[in-house]
């Protein structure tokens, strides 16, 4: 089913932060993708995601598309830091 881009960013914001939606955070990733194509802020949402999952292999993979495709409002400074803290250890 596709959404409208607003809907599918805010389904998949709140599956990343509510531990009983979460299950469906990747569905609802790979339908955003395939609908609506990268956006900074979902992938911030699967960094996010992943980290607090202790799944930094996966996470990393989302900061990297992030990174690769850095804007003035992206990415979330926090996450990079979090983020380079996580490599270094």
Known sequence: ??????????????????????????????????????????????????ITRRNNENASVHFDLVMKNKSANCPNPKLVSNMKMKILR
Do not use: W
């Open 1 to 50: 089913m596709a959404l409208d881009e607003p809907s599918y960013r805010f389904l998949l914001a709140f599956s990343v932060s509510y531990s009983g939606l979460q299950k469906h955070t990747l569905d609802l990733y790979q339908k955003y993708i395939k609908y609506q194509g990268y956006q900074c802020s979902v992938e911030n949402n699967m960094i996010i995601f992943y």
